[in-house]
């Protein structure tokens, strides 16, 4: 059996992909199984899903926590400790990562080690569509490419897979083929299944409350989820051009976050590390004065 | 007769300070957050919200919390009741001499679409006609969204949700109509009904704060562009707003102990330059135009601006 753990941001499209990886399997006929993970899980915000292929039956459910390949959509998640991204990654496990760095590039700069493809998928989805928006088809295309699949089944489960997200046939064959681009530009590795090492049960402590008497469960700070970042949701950052800013606080109003303050001399200022990158911003600038610049990847945000 | 704001006329006017804080895990360009933070600058930090099950669940993810006021959760049927409870337990403690009248906080419900409309209508209608005094603010997102976007009654008519898919059968998508809430709210007569859009920053403002003078149910319904359910970029949450807005699908009004006035009044712009903006809606359009639900959603919005003005 052929274990395959996906890992995205809410909106890059990881749970498509493993669709489409299943789907592709199982045109082929295998066996498979796909699912995501559930967790309320938001646009931007850490999301895995998995894929299992095998020729018998699979009586295995649930998360993937040894996987032989893992994909992943969005290079920032490596270093974000919820997502969880090299959990149960061994030497023979497969890791594929949507990066404009080079694989020797991202060793250096991540804790990521071993079996390492790259390419960069949002860079040539941002040529061919012209905007940002999911990858599923790529980055499907890319694991059944990784997984041994055929071109063929992958192209016919991105049909099956985005037709049934409601998208329209020329959208559909523009992502087949730059999907299928995909497929070819990824060198093909053998993936080595088998039973693996077991991972380790987890050692429960029991949590201690104080009495009643003292007190009940609760957040008694304030508001503390500021000091959380959420810099590596953004692919696209604003950047203010302070020349043309007329100062008239729209940006200020907009945004969602209340990433965005007021300096003393009136004009607004982005704060990076509580941005998601939505763009709002941009949108309601009544002067042009946000722009958009690509998020430099890699890079501490 | 026109509406002039009265306190809040310039962007410049809109206090700085914040009290819903970022870090939160909701979605990049969430509208309803967007309101919230607007909602809050008025409502300040005295305050306690009872937050129903839905999106806003992720607002306090233990153990962050992006307010500098309280927080309760409550299933999603029953948020009003907890307005309540909490409500009675400050007046008991404040006629008791327990608690200084000066520390006294607001109560404020927070609840989606599915709870307001659906899930905790009657616990809602308990609570107006026990003319309970609270602030209750509905994020209508049109859609349970936070289990994955299902059909509510907010849904309107054409949009296409995991449960109402464009279908051989409905090739429309969601068939029913959008419930009228502020309809049914304003049955009760409570003193203040309100529907803001963050798009309308001092709109919103302005109405948080005239509300605050009234006692009794205060209830707003916000305008919540929502690109995870909606299917757009997370860049057009405003451009979604403003054009509901301008199309006049959402008409800005308030209705004070029952007296409905449009508080702006929008040169209504084809219903389609709202709809194209949104992937629930693309059906309608590809691969072939749907002429008759089209003239169907603009036949409903002549029809609520004919009766009203
Ligand atoms: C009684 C009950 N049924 C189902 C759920 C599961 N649930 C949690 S959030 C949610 C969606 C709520 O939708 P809505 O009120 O529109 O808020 P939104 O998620 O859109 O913010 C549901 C169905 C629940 N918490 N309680
Ligand atoms: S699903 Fe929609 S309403 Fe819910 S947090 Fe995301 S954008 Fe906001």
Known sequence: MLSIRFHGRGGQGAKTASRIVGTAAFLEGFTAQDSPIYGAERRGAPVAAFTRIA?????????IARPDLVVVADASLIGDPSARVLDGVDERTVLFVNSPLTPDQLRARTSVSGRLTVLDLTDLALK?????????????????????????SIREAIVRELTDLGLTAPVIERNQALAMQCFEAVQPVTLEPGPRAPVPSAQLRTPTYDPPTRGTAGITAGPNSAIRSVS???????????????GCWLCFASCPEGAITIKPDGKPAVYYPHCKGCLDCVEVCPTDAM??????????? | MTWEPHIFKDLHQIPREEHVFPGTPLCAGCGGLESLRLASKVLGSNVVY?????????????????????????????????????????????AKGRLPKEEDVKVVVLGGDGSTYDMALSSTSGAITRKLDFY??????????????????ATPYGARTATSPCAVRHPAGTMQEKKDIFEIWRAHKPPYIATVSPRYPLDLEEKFARAAQYSGPKLFLAFAACPTGWLFDPAYTPDVAKLAVECGIW?????????????????????????????RFRHLFEPTVQTDAIAHIQERVNTYWRDVT
């Open chain 1, 291 to 301: 722009t958009v610049e690509r998020e430099p990847e890699g890079a501490n945000k």
């Open chain 1, 128 to 152: 061919q569509f012209g905007k940002r928006g999911a990858i599923s088809a790529l980055l499907g295309a890319v694991a059944g490419r990784l997984a041994g699949l055929r071109p063929e």
């Open chain 2, 251 to 279: 008409p800005l009004k308030e209705a004070i102990n029952g007296e409905v006035v449009h508080t702006y009044l929008p040169k209504r712009q084809p219903v389609e330059h709202y709809l194209k903006l949104q992937g």
């Open chain 2, 136 to 153: 209750y603010f509905c994020y209508d997102n049109e859609a349970y969204g936070n289990t994955g976007v299902q059909l509510s009654p």
């Open chain 1, 55 to 63: 020729k018998k039956p699979i009586r295995e459910r649930g998360l």
């Open chain 2, 50 to 94: 009872v937050n129903a099950a839905g999106c806003f669940t992720n607002l306090a993810a233990f153990p962050f919390t992006p307010l500098d006021a309280s927080w309760l959760y409550t299933t999603m049927g029953s948020a009003p009741a907890g307005a309540q409870g909490v409500r009675d337990a400050l007046d008991v403690l404040i």
């Open chain 1, 232 to 246: 590596g949701w953004r692919t696209f950052r604003p950047v203010l051009r302070p020349d043309l800013c007329n």
